[in-house]
């Protein structure tokens, strides 16, 4: 249906349907209410379809106090909602809905036939089954008020909908392509919400170093990244790294990104330490390095490390460090020793932006949460506004907590206004 409908009421609407506002329609009209869905987009869903890289990473299998650390200090707001909506209960749900999950590595969770349709299909057959009516290419600009009292909502070309209870669940700032417009925090604030600066997150990160794009495409599988940056923690973050044509990506450098972009907000840059295996120190690499010198002194360097590294790697850190490939291990002085043992147990690069909001895959920030019950997720300012999903001030880190957070938030979120 599109957006031609001059004035209809609703008992509970829901702007935007992505998975949190697909979730709350479902959720309030599982109560009998009359529920109208709005969208800006020509389609729902278009972040569910395309994420985990068309396989949707929905949920996963770490416990509730795991799930709650991960959203950091903020996480005990998602206590309630996954009380109503947790992993179990969403695998559950989906698969009454005819969608059965799969857990290939035993913790992240996918539709079985690992296709992203499968749970945006099954949602949409909800919706249809429960008789939610679904207007795309409606976007929604103001909130109506009267009198302190919500009374629904008007689009951009001029429609209006009535209603006296409202879900925003418009998502955050990412990918304005599948609807990241960031549409949501006009109309929350209009509600007398405060926001919290949107931020990209879970986004590559740019260098000022250009090595980075030597080694385009090359990943190590057990870095040890860490900010380097007072009042940041120093244990940093373990795994997967991956070298980009503008500086760093995969999923260590993208759990960082969110903390990245908030540093660089205020400082301009930030300096990150990159130990390329896990628990090997520079003192250790020295160690190492004395080692080899002993037992394989006439082998080059370069093919030393290539035990260790990837070869692109082992050569351009050789390079940085002044050396020549082929010298052997044990023609190395003391200086190139300790050089290599440096890069090795902690390259230096310094940040100078994050890819933003185009491929960020979350927003960092949103809507205050101290003016919004966790238990209902009603607002403290406007009651009988509702907020749901990535819109709100919580991101969580990749694998399945966002999906996991906008289901759990929209259920809640819809159960409540429908009741
Ligand atoms: C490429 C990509 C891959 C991802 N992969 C994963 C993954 O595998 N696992 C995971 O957990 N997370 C993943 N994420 C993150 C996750 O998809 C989001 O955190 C989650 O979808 C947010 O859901 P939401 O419903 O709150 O917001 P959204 O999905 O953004 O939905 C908000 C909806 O509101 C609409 N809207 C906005 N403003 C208005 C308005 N004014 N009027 C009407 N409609 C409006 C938008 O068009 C949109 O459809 C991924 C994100 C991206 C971008």
Do not use: K, N
């Given at each position: 249906m599109d957006g031609s409908v001059e004035e209809s009421g609703f008992e509970v609407l829901v702007v935007g349907a992505g998975a949190a506002g697909q979730m709350a329609a479902i959720a309030a009209a599982e109560q009998g209410r009359?529920?109208?869905l709005l969208e800006q987009m020509d389609r729902p869903g278009l972040k569910i379809l395309a994420s985990g890289g068309g396989r949707c990473n929905l949920t996963n299998l770490v416990t509730?106090?795991?799930?709650?650390?991960a959203f950091g200090r903020s996480g005990r707001f998602t206590g309630p909602a996954l009380a109503q909506m947790g992993p179990a209960m969403l695998r559950t749900f989906m698969d009454r809905l005819g969608v059965a999950t799969?857990?290939?590595d035993g913790c992240h969770v996918y539709p079985a036939g690992e296709r992203a349709t499968e749970v945006q299909n099954a949602l949409r057959r909800r919706l249809d089954e429960l008789?939610?009516?679904?207007?795309?290419?409606?976007?929604?600009?103001?909130?109506?008020?009267e009198s302190g009292r919500l009374r629904g909502v008007e689009t951009k070309?001029?429609?209006?909908?009535?209603?006296?209870?409202v879900v925003l669940s418009c998502g955050g700032r990412s990918w304005p392509r599948l609807g990241g417009t960031g549409g949501g925090y006009a109309l929350a604030e209009q509600a007398g919400h405060k926001l919290v600066e949107p931020l990209p997150a879970l986004v590559p990160l740019v260098t000022r170093e250009t090595w980075p794009s030597r080694l385009a495409g090359v990943s190590l599988s057990n870095a040890r990244v860490r900010i380097d940056h007072a009042g940041q923690s120093r244990v940093g973050?373990?795994?997967d790294v991956l070298f980009?044509?503008?500086g760093l990506s995969g999923p260590v450098a993208l759990d960082l990104s969110g903390t990245v972009a908030g540093l660089l907000r205020r400082?301009?840059?930030?300096?990150?330490?990159?130990?390329?295996?896990?628990?090997m120190n520079a003192s250790r690499w020295a160690e190492r390095l004395d080692e080899w010198r002993k037992e394989t002194g006439r082998r080059g360097i370069a093919s030393m490390l290539r035990e260790y590294l990837p070869a692109s790697m082992g050569s351009l850190l050789v390079e940085l460090a002044g050396v020549k490939e082929r010298t052997p291990v044990a023609q190395l002085t003391a200086g190139q020793r300790d050089t290599l043992a440096d890069l090795l147990g902690g390259i230096e690069l310094t940040v100078t932006d994050t890819e933003g909001f185009e491929t960020a895959f979350v927003t960092r920030g949103g809507v205050v949460l101290g003016e919004v019950r966790p238990d209902t997720l009603e607002s403290r300012r406007l009651p009988g506004l509702y907020l749901a999903g990535e819109l709100l001030d919580l991101d969580g880190p990749c694998g399945g907590y966002n999906l996991q957070w906008a289901f759990a938030s929209g259920y809640l979120a819809g159960r409540s206004a429908g009741q």
């Open positions: 009359r529920v109208g509730t106090e795991e799930f709650i650390a799969i857990t290939p008789g939610v009516e679904l207007h795309t290419r409606t976007e929604v600009i103001r909130l109506r008020v070309i001029g429609h209006g909908f009535a209603a006296e209870r973050l373990v795994g980009t044509h503008r400082y301009g840059t930030v300096s990150l330490r990159i130990a390329l295996i896990a628990g």
